[in-house]
């Protein structure tokens, strides 16, 4: 029987917050930051459901953890207790839950409409990867037109370390940022950034760490993986390739990066694993400590979409114009190979820490997950409003969504993830 | 008149922690961890001092940042609190203060030799760069004969995220990373590190941070650095050269870095200071965003050491062995051109934040911070028992040292920054 909540909400077709989803996030409550999952157009308060007794009898550290004004202590207590969590969450607002439970529940709904979010977690370290070769290769045609994808590639998965500071929840505005930017022919200038792109991406929260020295075996490395949000890797492209050699980008990237505010944990994605990339018969093999145990299961089947409004287009009521659509189920590496290899040298992850797979494109046309890759194209990305793009303009508005979806199950949604560009200061 | 303490051991020759210095950093004490200050071969228990009224009469904001377990809340107060704060210990600690304060003081001194020191902050993110042009220039030969400084040199601070996690406190062990190493003609294989080196840094700690969107100008960099450490950013080399192009280092990198536990103010460093590195005629001058607003003392006459002991010198008692000797003086930017540039995008850097400087190398030979510059020899490091070296092996003990020292005053030191290198997991 098809699993339903009480709540009419949660059912509404593209809801994306059904009963098979309970998404974490971090709302403010008053003065307080509260953890919440998202059902429907409503968000239950668990600090209040823990404060209540609605959670008598589960263990007093998920107990406490849900009182918790972010969701690292809750990421750190590992898979057994989220599925206890899970379980109890489910049960509360399944539609089978007797009329008492559905009383008690309801006094800690909270509207999401009117909710202002935080940050999932406070977010020690900031990890990006590159694990979509369609990406890979695209940008590298950009930066080195006759190199773009480079040897190590197919055995390493790339990685750089991002910065943690400057990371922000979905909705707020972007500043336009000033940087070096070299012409051609000239010395560099400093000066806003002509060329501003989005980076489509998913990020995979680290739930319990490993000690320093003790890497992550593969087998192991989901276990480490509290669930996933929309990732906006925001880039100043002129920025970044004046900089990047050879120490990889900094400033062209660290002046922005939003997340989506709901982090959907890994066990609502079981019904859309989907087996690992089939590498083309040439590729080499992953190295062994990058075997997965389960190659059949290792992705995900997740649509992704990114979305322009341009101030134009706000103006007339135009709705957001689709930039691509990808899915997560084409990275060459997964985020379990993610995990590994970030822990392999012996670096600790550690509860909250954020690991965001980097652009996330397909082979086909339509599935560019950033603007650079656009740059292909003899022509400009045009607007409905007749408006042109090849990086983004002050007041553009994107959007990244995302959701699973099967024929018979409610679509499990990610919500937004957006930003609008505000002018240089 | 020479300022002097009533403690004795603060003015043993070479002692490092005259009253001149004051450096600041964290020790554990029980179960708990407190701020102290270094004196001689005591550390002054700032908690301790905040709780017994010694510091009454000081702002509350001081007081309270001086009873905090990490340094944090003390760099965000800025420069006025942290005159105060040392105006205050320097009168408690000097020779001219009165029988009844030094009797008072004593009771809140704790000796150095038994200390366990903690990491001085909670490091949210970890910036290096790469500011001394003789290194970029040697190291750049290694991965690039043809082009080993890349035209972006000259005109931008290079700097990199690194990972905070990693972070560790001097007197460890390091464990020898496993990664992925490719041999020249075959394919990569996983293994332990066989070029594990050093790299002799600088740090600077951010003390009050910048809202996200508002640079820092450079007239006002300086308020915001706090103090200054010791930095071994141990660098795993075939890791590093296989892995880091072309979104730069990670994993080569990310298993470790070591700090000094002593963050010496940089008031405590404005006798020491020098005109600004000068650029040959040749070179373009920095952008107007970095250009100093006091050339004549943008620099640091700071003697930098690095000192190798191996498992045979430990056990046959020979004393640690100068690999290098180079000078913070000669970096091609400026700490102030760092926090500048790095927050030019509108990036925010926040109180704890660490900045380091890269290897500090000079141009002449004896000079070099890391094993790899030292390659250009022909003859590998030969150690006073007769061993070689062209990285370092199990067992090998790292230290650096810093100081700065001018004729008729006492030598302002940095404590050890040091590390055993442990075998593979």
């Not at 910065?163 to 012409?183: E, L, M, W, Y």
């Not at 990047?244 to 859309?272: C, D, I, M, N, R």
């Not at 650079?372 to 303009?393: A, K, S, Y």
């Amino acid at each position: 029987m098809e699993l339903k909540s009480w709540l009419a909400s949660a059912d509404a077709p593209h809801s994306g917050f059904p009963l098979q989803n309970l998404p974490y996030g971090v709302f403010a409550s008053g003065s307080e930051d509260h953890i919440g999952v998202a059902i429907g157009d409503q968000i239950l308060d668990l600090r209040a459901c823990a404060r209540s007794g609605i959670f008598d009898g589960l263990p007093q550290a998920i107990v406490r953890a849900c009182e918790a004004p972010v969701l690292n202590p809750l990421m750190a207590l590992g898979t057994t207790s989220w599925s206890t969590l899970r379980r109890r969450l489910t049960s509360l607002l399944d539609a089978q839950a007797g009329r008492e439970i559905q009383r008690r529940v309801e006094t800690h709904l909270v509207s999401m409409s009117g909710a202002v979010m935080r940050l999932p977690a406070a977010i020690g370290d900031y990890t990006d990867f590159y694990a979509s070769i369609d990406h890979a290769t695209r940008v590298g045609e950009q930066f080195r037109p006759t190199n773009p994808l480079l040897p190590n590639y197919k055995y390493v998965p790339i990685g750089y370390h991002g910065r943690a500071s400057s990371i922000v929840v979905s909705g707020g505005t972007i500043r336009r940022p000033h940087g070096q930017i070299k012409p051609p022919e000239d010395p560099p200038v400093f000066a806003p950034t002509q060329s501003l792109d989005y980076e489509l991406e998913v990020g995979l929260f680290v739930g319990p760490g490993n000690p320093l020295g003790q890497p992550i075996p593969i087998a192991a490395a989901e276990d480490h993986i509290f669930g996933l949000c929309l990732v906006n890797d925001w880039s100043a492209r002129d920025i970044q390739s004046w900089e990047y050699q050879p120490l990889g980008p900094f400033l062209g990237k660290s002046f922005s990066t939003t997340l989506s505010p709901w982090v959907v944990p890994l066990e609502a994605l079981a019904p859309y694993r989907v087996p690992e990339f089939a590498r083309p018969a040439v590729d080499p093999a992953p190295l062994p400590y990058l075997q997965s145990p389960a190659p059949d299961r290792a992705a995900i089947d997740l649509t992704l979409e990114v979305y322009l409004e341009s101030n134009r287009m706000r103006q007339a009521h135009v709705a957001p114009h689709l930039l691509g659509r990808s899915n997560l189920r084409h990275l060459y590496w997964s985020l379990a190979q993610m995990v590994t290899h970030h822990s392999s040298n012996g670096c600790n992850l550690r509860p909250g820490d954020l690991l965001a797979t980097g652009t996330v494109s397909c082979p086909d046309p339509g599935s560019e997950g950033c603007l650079l890759e656009l740059r292909r194209n003899p022509e400009p990305v045009r607007l409905p409003t007749g408006e042109q793009r090849r990086f983004l303009e002050d007041g553009d508005r994107v959007t990244l969504r995302a959701y699973c979806q099967q024929a018979g199950s409610p679509r499990i949604g990610f919500g937004e993830c957006s930003g609008t560009i505000a002018g240089p200061a």
